[in-house]
Nanobody, 125 residues
Framework: QVQLVESGGGLVQAGGSLRLSCAAS????????MGWFRQAPGKEREFVAA????????YYADSVKGRFTISRDNAKNTVYLQMNSLKPEDTAVYCC??????????????????WGQGTQVTVSS
């Protein structure tokens, strides 16, 4: 089992920044890809960003490209999501996910085995 705990969410004005963290514990591996997803009220969960185990490969949703940056510190078993130039439409619960197997990052939630409980991000206009 892998446990994931997110932190760093909160309330921020449009144009502001937040950095989310996701700490992994348990039977995890630095070889496992990690991802961030979000879900706004009344909407389906959507992919935000993903990173390979070594950190050399990253994927972003078009809606966040150029504003968000995903990174990881394998010594700390932690993945980060730096969010800049936030917009009200970024408001959602953000969850991190762990693939649980060796492989490239995925953009579909079905490719991830373990999930955190999420952290709320609210962007006011």
């Amino acid at each position: 089992q892998v446990q994931l705990v997110e932190s760093g969410g909160g309330l921020v004005q449009a144009g502001g920044s937040l950095r989310l963290s996701c700490a992994a514990s348990g039977r995890t591996s630095s070889s496992y890809a990690m991802g961030w997803f979000r879900q706004a009220p009344g909407k389906e969960r959507e992919f935000v960003a993903a990173i390979s185990g070594g950190g050399s490969t990253t994927y972003y949703a078009d809606s966040v490209k150029g504003r968000f940056t995903i990174s990881r510190d394998n010594a700390k078993n932690t993945v980060y999501l730096q969010m800049n130039s936030l917009k009200p439409e970024d408001t959602a619960v953000y969850c991190c996910a762990n693939r649980g197997v060796v492989g490239l990052p995925g953009v579909s939630g079905n490719q991830y085995k373990y999930w955190g409980q999420g952290t709320q991000v609210t962007v006011s206009s």
